[in-house]
């Protein structure tokens, strides 16, 4: 069980890394250039983020719940998203990064309990 959950974790992992790039890094890398061409650019990224994202679920799904690996998908999303904002995006941390990682938290406590 535990290396089925390891494998879905380092996938979703990987593919959060992919996504958090299709949806922000154009922000960063495109700022100047027409939308449309990030659009274009950050669907080829995000192609090889469901490369990745399905088997995780498919691999996932075999021990976890849906919604358990949903939560764990919003815990790796967070985990992923903060550092990239923080030293890719600059975006200085606030104590809302705190509260918003505390609720997540919650939601792992509760969908997880027996």
């Known amino acids: 069980m535990a290396k089925i959950v390891l494998a ?10 992919f996504m958090t ?7 960063k890398y495109l700022k100047g250039q027409f939308w449309f061409w990030a659009v274009l650019i950050s669907w080829g990224i995000a192609f090889f983020e469901y490369t990745l994202q399905v088997p995780a679920n498919r691999i996932g799904s075999r021990v976890l719940t849906v919604p358990q690996l949903k939560i764990i998908q919003e815990v790796i999303a967070l985990s992923v998203f903060i550092p990239f904002s923080i030293f890719v995006l600059k975006q200085k ?5 705190i509260w918003a990682c505390l609720c997540v938290l919650g939601a792992v406590f509760f969908i997880f309990r027996d």
């Open 8 to 17: 879905a974790v380092a996938l979703l992992v990987c593919s959060n890394t």
């Open 21 to 27: 790039y299709a949806w922000y890094g154009h922000l």
């Open 93 to 97: 941390i606030t104590l809302n990064y």
